[in-house]
C-alpha cells in the first residue's frame, strides 16, 4: 500500500452536495465557463503575444483554485514570521494583471517568468 500525501487546497472545501445553491436553485455541476467582467473591456497590449499572455492571465483568475494567488500573501495575518526569509521576490496573479494593465512587460517571456514565480514560491512554504 503506498503512502500518499493530500495538500489541501482552497478548492478542496466546496463541500458535499449536488452542487452550490443560487437564488434558491441547486446549480449543475457541470462547467461552466467563467466571465470576470474585469477582464473583458481591457485594451489590446502591444503584441500578440501579449495578447495571449492576457488571455493566460484570464484563464489562471477564473480558475476555482486561483483565489489564494489573486493577492499577495498577507504574512502577518498568517502569521508567517519566516515568509521574506523563505520568499525574496513575491510575485501574485493581482501584480500581473495591474502590469499587463499597465502596459509594463516588454514580452511574453517576462510575463511567463512573472506567472512561474507565483507558483514557484509557494512550493518552498509547502514542502515538508
Not at 465557463?33 to 499572455?53: G, I, M, R, S
Request: hydrophobic share 40%; aromatic share 8%; proline share 7%.
Amino acid at each position: 500500500m503506498q503512502d500518499r500525501r493530500h495538500v489541501a487546497r482552497a478548492c478542496d472545501f466546496a463541500g458535499p452536495g449536488p452542487g452550490p445553491v443560487e437564488g434558491g436553485e441547486v446549480l449543475s455541476r457541470r462547467k461552466k465557463k467563467a466571465k470576470n467582467l474585469d477582464f473583458v473591456a481591457v485594451e489590446p497590449q502591444k503584441t500578440p503575444q501579449l495578447n495571449l499572455c492576457w488571455e493566460v492571465l484570464m484563464r489562471l483568475w477564473n480558475h476555482k483554485c486561483s483565489a489564494p494567488f489573486r493577492e499577495p500573501v498577507d504574512a502577518v495575518a498568517l502569521g508567517l514570521a519566516d515568509y521574506e526569509q523563505i520568499v525574496k521576490t513575491p510575485m501574485d496573479l493581482g501584480t500581473i494583471r495591474g502590469r499587463m494593465l499597465a502596459h509594463e512587460y516588454r514580452s511574453a517571456s517576462d510575463f511567463a517568468r512573472d506567472v512561474r514565480l507565483v507558483f514557484s514560491n509557494c512550493l518552498p512554504m509547502y514542502s515538508a
